[in-house]
């Protein structure tokens, strides 16, 4: 099994959807220990890349992931705009040409992601950010691609690394971002940045097993 | 939530439509990306000053756009970065061949931004120099926060560099001494209220009636402490007190003595904050020879301080004194 060019469009438009159900949710989230804008931020961001996807329906998947890239760079603005653009610009980078992907190529794009996210962001694992989401995915994914997991079950895998890695923000203190300013007084909060990293992870496994699990 | 506006989704949009109209004279207001920039831009051998962030500061940064201060400035959501292709715009809408200098307030958002943006313009062949302003004394500076954050002295750094570029000095100069003014700059503030962030509609913190929250962001990132509100003179002798001990000021030393509202607090209480904070300096054996009072580094509608105090010599007291025609500081012509 593969993930075809319809596939990857369709798993950003359904991004764009849950960010849209979970934007008061992050916000909530941002509010207890950043300044409350993560959720509408990287709602407007998906907003504009929903209307942008059209133009680039028809070409490869480094080309959409690049354009989805873009489009969030010039978007969002705060931290989470030039984060969540490294990521999928380097996602369309290691995946430029294709037109599907195989579990190692979906490996390979996430591990390029995280990479962009940190040589952005600087942040390492613990540091209570989008980090510690992504980082156990892409681990998740890149030991099922090498075990010779179905796609499923390495899209179910990753998508159980990544609500971990989520929930294991919460007792951790925020070294990185408008939260490192609380110290110990972020212990206790869920990070923003790992909760809609975890949530488009989430979105993977639901638009490419239909929900099986 | 009680606020001025129509639509929280359009209030930057309308806020830039309303200094585009009243301000012709003094900026141009560019949209998709949003930035404000002074009329006649680029200036033929100028090195062009950019700043920006999130918005919600006013008069920071747009206020500040005009002769001897901002040739530009790029307007984020409210308290949001503003994006690399705003910042792109203007950095190449303010070029006159002498480069660029971009002032950024230490934020994890404002930083990566415009590292993008700065990265960008030198692709397309254009100089920047950025200069990074963290005088926040309220952060304990250490390896394990994103370092101390921008605040006071960003205004002041604006309007020294803008005399400075005025006169045609080269980016490299005007970027080190953007960089004196940050490393002789300390600043902390206080809140007695919240803000209340337009789309999300309530207080990001709150405070009861009885408290404040000493060392305060201009974002109302939480400070040092939260303690039983204290009458004016205490609090500007804990936020002269800080302030002090954090850059060895020398006896006899001259000093700008800046004292800023956070948008929600009248001028008059302003002024009782400054007497104490005057006699505070003097009492140190500071010498007061510039000041300047009012809410210019804004956050919303919260009410309280912040005190800057930054060190000058010869060079930063010309500047300061330089003529500078903008929005929201003007003297000299």
Avoid at chain 2, 205 to 213: C, Q, T, V
Wanted: with cysteine.
């Amino acid at each position: 099994m593969r993930i075809s060019r319809d596939d990857v469009l369709n798993w950003i438009r359904n991004c764009a959807a849950a960010v849209a159900d979970n934007k008061e949710y992050l916000i909530q989230l941002d509010s207890d220990i950043g300044d409350g804008d993560h959720g509408a931020n990287i709602h407007r961001g998906f907003q504009a890349v929903l209307s942008k996807l059209p133009t680039v329906a028809d070409k490869d998947i480094g080309t959409i992931f690049k354009t989805v890239g873009f489009t969030l760079i010039s978007t969002v603005g705060g931290a989470s705009g030039p984060l969540y653009g490294a990521l999928f610009m380097q996602m369309g980078t290691v995946t430029a040409g294709k037109l599907e992907l195989t579990l190692a190529d979906w490996a390979a794009a996430i591990e390029a992601g995280l990479n962009g996210v940190i040589l952005r962001g600087k942040a390492i694992l613990g540091d209570k950010t989008m980090v510690d989401a992504l980082m156990p995915s892409a681990k998740a994914l890149h030991e099922a691609s090498i075990e010779g997991k179905s796609l499923p079950d390495a899209l179910r895998t990753c998508a159980r690394a990544a609500e971990k890695g989520m929930r294991n923000t919460i007792p951790l203190v925020a070294k990185k971002g408008r939260a490192s300013y609380l110290g110990e007084r972020s212990v206790g909060h869920q990070d923003p940045g790992a909760t809609s990293s975890n949530l488009l992870l989430q979105v993977a496994v639901r638009t490419w097993t239909n929900g099986a699990s | 939530m009680k606020k001025l506006i129509n639509e929280p989704e359009h209030i930057v949009y309308e806020e830039l439509r309303g200094i585009a109209a009243a301000h012709p004279d003094l900026v141009e207001v560019h949209f998709d990306p949003n930035y404000i920039v002074r009329k006649g831009s680029p200036l033929k051998g100028k090195v062009g000053i950019v700043s920006g962030g999130g918005s919600g500061h006013e008069p920071m940064h747009g206020g500040f756009v005009g002769h001897g201060m901002l040739d530009a400035a790029c307007p984020g959501a409210v308290f949001t970065s503003p994006t690399p292709d705003q910042m792109l715009e203007a950095t190449k809408g303010v070029n006159g061949g002498a480069g660029v200098l971009h002032i950024v307030k230490n934020y994890t958002g404002d930083i990566m931004n415009f590292e993008m943006a700065a990265d960008l313009a030198r692709d397309e062949g254009i100089e920047v120099e950025s200069v990074v302003i963290n005088d926040d004394v309220a952060v304990q500076d250490s390896l394990y926060t994103a370092g101390r954050r921008g605040v006071g002295a960003t205004v002041l750094a604006e309007k020294i560099c803008g005399a400075a570029a005025e006169t045609r000095r080269s980016l490299k100069d005007v970027a080190n001494i953007c960089r004196k003014v940050n490393d002789r700059g300390r600043s902390m503030g206080m809140a007695l209220t919240s803000c209340i962030v337009p789309h999300a509609g309530k207080p990001t913190f709150s405070l009861a009636e009885d408290e404040m929250e000493i060392g305060i962001g201009i974002h109302g990132e939480p400070g040092r402490i939260r303690m039983k509100l204290a009458p004016a003179d205490k609090i500007a002798e804990m936020l002269m007190t800080s302030i002090i001990s954090d850059l060895p000021y020398k006896n006899g030393d001259e000093v700008l003595l800046f004292v800023n509202g956070m948008g929600g607090t009248p001028l008059m209480e302003l002024y009782v904050v400054y007497n104490k904070a005057h006699e505070i300096a003097v009492k140190s054996g500071l010498k007061v020879t510039r000041n300047l009072i009012g809410s210019y580094i804004t956050s919303l509608e919260m009410a309280g301080c912040s005190i800057t105090l930054l060190k000058l010599d010869d060079e930063l007291t010309r500047l300061w004194d330089a003529p500078v025609k903008t929005a929201a500081l003007r003297w000299g012509m």
